[in-house]
């Protein structure tokens, strides 16, 4: 606990908040990836590693190209 306190001293909250709203819409991501209905199960994969092991980008991509991609309903 104190190595985390001693970590989080040189942040501010203005930082915190943007570090949890950054984690927010990348688990939102991931959900509604893993949730979601695609064409077929490997566009599922590709998206789900994209935003797995390239966050930033991953997300991005996925809400300005992925989200289309995905089958109403």
Same mark, same amino acid.
């Given at each position: 606990?104190?190595?985390?306190l001693?970590?989080?001293? &040189?942040?501010?909250i203005?930082e =915190?908040?943007? @570090?949890?709203? $950054? *984690? #927010?819409?990348?688990?939102y991501?991931? !959900?509604?990836?893993?949730? &979601?209905?695609?064409q077929?199960n =490997?566009?599922? @994969?590709?998206? $789900? *590693? #994209?935003?797995?092991?390239?966050?930033? !980008?991953?997300?991005i991509l996925?809400f300005?190209i992925?989200?289309?991609r995905? @089958?109403?309903?």
């Amino acid at each position: 606990m104190s190595s985390l306190l001693l970590f989080l001293g &040189g942040i501010g909250i203005i930082e =915190i908040i943007m @570090l949890l709203g $950054l *984690l #927010l819409i990348w688990l939102y991501a991931v !959900v509604e990836i893993v949730t &979601g209905t695609f064409q077929n199960n =490997i566009d599922k @994969l590709v998206w $789900l *590693l #994209l935003v797995l092991i390239v966050p930033l !980008v991953g997300v991005i991509l996925y809400f300005l190209i992925g989200r289309r991609r995905r @089958l109403a309903g």
